[in-house]
């Protein structure tokens, strides 16, 4: 069992690295070296990129959510006040967050709209896993 804990929990801390990072990299590397490039060349790189990065997404969400739930399974029982707000929190953020993922990596044209200020919702998503990491770390005082 020992075993099974240690890797959902690497496995949760890997999908947040994985997914968080890849986030960073996309609004402060990603976007702005796009400037200047002519349309039809962004164009390329933009759909080049978005097959490789759904299914990165994708992939760091299902890890995060099994692991995720797992973790619930496992240390709520040990859990002291406020540890039920901070983890509703922390979970409404989350799927906050997913939801903004999946939108910006949608294949389905009625998107296209939504992508366009991908700038805007890249920094929302950001701004909502730095206080999600934040609840987490406070999660893990929340024990008996
Ligand atoms: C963007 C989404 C998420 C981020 C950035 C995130 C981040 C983290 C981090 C950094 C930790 C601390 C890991 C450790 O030191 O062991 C953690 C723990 C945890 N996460 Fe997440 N998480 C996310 C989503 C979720 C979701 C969706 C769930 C539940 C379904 C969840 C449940 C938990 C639980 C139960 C813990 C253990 C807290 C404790 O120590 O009591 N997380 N998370």
């Known amino acids: 069992m020992l075993i099974l804990n240690l890797m959902m ?5 890997f999908s947040v690295i994985a ?6 990299f996309m609004r ?3 976007l702005p070296s796009l400037a200047g490039l002519p349309d039809e060349a962004k164009d390329l790189l933009l759909k080049n990129l978005s097959k490789r990065v759904r299914i990165l997404i994708h992939s760091a969400i299902g890890g995060i959510l099994l692991s995720g739930l797992y973790n619930t399974h496992l240390l709520w029982k040990s859990s002291v006040f406020p540890y039920g707000l901070v983890y509703a929190l922390k979970v409404g953020m989350a ?3 997913f939801w903004v993922a999946i939108f910006l990596t949608s294949s389905n044209p009625k998107r296209a709209a939504f992508q366009a200020n991908r700038k805007k919702w890249l920094a929302v998503s950001l701004t909502l896993a730095i206080i999600v990491v934040a609840l987490s770390a406070y999660l893990r005082t929340l024990h008996y």
Do not use: D, K
């Open 19 to 24: 997914a968080v990072g890849a986030t960073v």
């Open 28 to 30: 402060w590397v990603l």
């Open 9 to 13: 929990r690497w496995l949760h801390i």
């Open 95 to 97: 799927l906050g967050i």
